[in-house]
C-alpha cells in the first residue's frame, strides 16, 4: 500500500544519506561550535554528521583547546608607566593584584617592588610590583618584566613585557588584561600632560639607569619673561598659540607640529622661555619634553609622540648641526621623518651661534 512504499523510500534516502556522510571526510572539516538552546546540533551540510563523527570532533576541539601556548604582550609607552599601568588594570578587572613567587634555577624567585615617581613632589611615589602574578580561574601565573630588545633601527629599548604559558582557550584573558593596561597608559598616563626630563646616553639612547624626571615649573609663569614686544609676539604665536588654543588651531587647519629654534647669545632667556613653555604645557594638557642632549633627539621625538600633543626641547644644536657630516644628516632625517605631518608634536631648539649652523637646518618650513 501507499504508507509501506513511503516507508520504503525514506529508508532508500536515510541509507543514502547515511552512505553520503560516510564518504565525508569530517576529520578534515572546520566544524564550529556553538552554544545556543537545549539541543546538540550537528552539522548537516554537506552531509548529516554521524555521532561518532561528532565525538571525534569533539574530543578533537578539547585536545586544541587545552593546547599550551607561551603568550607575549607587550604595553607601548615607557615600561615605568606601562607597569604602573598593569598594576592598575589588575585592581581594575579582578579588584586586587596579587604577586607570587615565579619559578627559577635557584628556586622559587620573590617579586620586586620598584617604587615609580609620578610627579615633582617628594610624596609623589607609587610602589609596583614586577613579577609573577596569579589570575582567578587560572592555573598558571602570568608574569611581568622590563625587557631589552633591539628596535628596527638596531638600537637597544626597555619595553614591559607580559608573558606566561596559557591554555588556548584561556588566552583572551591575558589579552584582556594586556589591552585594559593599554587603555590606561593612554587614558592616565603617569608622563602625559607632565613636564619630564630625558636622560639620553653618547649614543641618544634612553639611559635607563635614570628614569624621566619630573619638573617643578610652577614658578616660571609667562610673566617671567621680559622681551620686547616682537619678540613677545613671536613666543606667543609660535610657540604659545598652538599649545594654549590647540583645538581651535586644528579647527582651522592651522598645524600644531611645527620646529622652532631659539638663537641668541648666552643669557638672552633662552632657558628661561623653556621652563614657561613647559608651565603652559602643564596648564593645558601638553608634555613637555626636555632634552640633556641634543643627540637624543630621535629617542626623544619617539617618546613624545607616544604622550603628544608634545612639545620636545633641546639646547645647542650648534654641537653637532654646524657641518653637513652624518649628525647633522641624522638630525634632519630626524626632525623630518620620525614626526609625521599629522603629529602633535612641536620641536623647539636652541643655539648660541645660528651663523654656524648648516644653511640647510634653516631651510623654509623646517624651523621659525
Not at 127 to 149: H, M, S, Y
Amino acid at each position: 500500500d501507499e504508507s509501506a512504499k513511503n516507508a520504503v523510500t525514506t529508508a532508500i534516502e536515510a541509507a543514502a544519506e547515511a552512505m553520503k556522510a560516510s564518504k565525508i571526510q569530517w576529520d578534515k572539516l572546520n566544524v564550529g561550535i556553538e552554544h545556543s538552546g537545549r539541543a546538540i546540533t550537528l552539522p548537516g551540510d554537506p552531509g548529516k554528521m554521524p555521532l561518532e563523527k561528532a565525538v571525534e570532533a569533539l574530543q578533537r576541539k578539547i585536545a586544541d583547546e587545552n593546547q599550551d601556548f607561551q603568550l607575549h604582550e607587550i604595553i607601548e609607552g615607557h615600561p615605568l608607566d606601562a607597569a604602573v599601568a598593569f598594576v592598575k588594570a589588575m585592581q581594575s578587572l579582578y579588584g586586587w593584584a596579587s604577586p607570587v613567587p615565579t619559578p627559577g634555577f635557584f628556586g622559587p624567585k620573590p617579586p620586586q617592588m620598584l617604587s615609580i615617581k609620578t610627579g615633582h613632589r617628594r610624596e609623589d611615589v607609587v610602589q609596583c610590583p614586577i613579577g609573577g602574578f596569579k589570575l582567578p580561574g587560572v592555573d598558571r601565573a602570568v608574569e611581568t618584566i622590563i625587557w631589552n630588545q633591539t628596535d628596527k633601527h638596531g638600537r637597544h629599548e626597555q619595553v614591559f613585557l607580559i608573558h606566561g604559558k596559557f591554555k588556548k582557550k584561556e588566552r583572551h584573558i591575558l589579552l584582556e588584561l594586556a589591552n585594559e593596561a593599554r587603555r590606561i597608559v593612554r587614558e592616565q598616563s603617569i608622563y602625559r600632560g607632565k613636564a619630564i626630563r630625558l636622560s639620553v646616553s653618547e649614543d641618544g639612547i634612553l639611559n635607563t639607569n635614570y628614569p624621566p624626571e619630573f619638573m617643578d615649573v610652577s614658578d616660571t609663569a609667562e610673566d617671567a619673561l621680559i622681551f620686547d614686544e616682537d619678540i613677545q609676539a613671536m613666543i606667543d604665536t609660535n610657540i604659545l598659540v598652538p599649545i594654549k588654543h590647540t583645538v581651535e588651531c586644528k579647527k582651522n587647519k592651522i598645524p600644531v607640529k611645527r620646529g622652532v629654534l631659539l638663537e641668541g647669545p648666552y643669557g638672552t632667556g633662552k632657558s628661561l622661555t623653556a621652563r614657561m613653555t613647559a608651565n603652559v604645557c602643564e596648564q593645558n594638557g601638553w608634555t613637555f619634553v626636555l632634552l640633556d642632549k641634543v643627540q637624543g633627539l630621535q629617542t626623544a621625538l619617539e617618546f613624545a609622540n607616544r604622550y603628544s600633543p608634545a612639545v620636545v626641547f633641546a639646547e645647542d644644536i650648534d654641537r653637532i648641526a654646524t657641518v653637513r657630516d652624518e649628525s647633522a644628516n641624522d638630525l634632519i632625517n630626524t626632525i623630518d621623518g620620525v614626526v609625521s605631518k599629522k603629529s602633535e608634536v612641536m620641536v623647539i631648539l636652541t643655539t648660541n651661534f645660528a651663523e654656524n649652523l648648516n644653511p640647510v637646518i634653516l631651510r623654509p618650513g623646517r624651523f621659525d
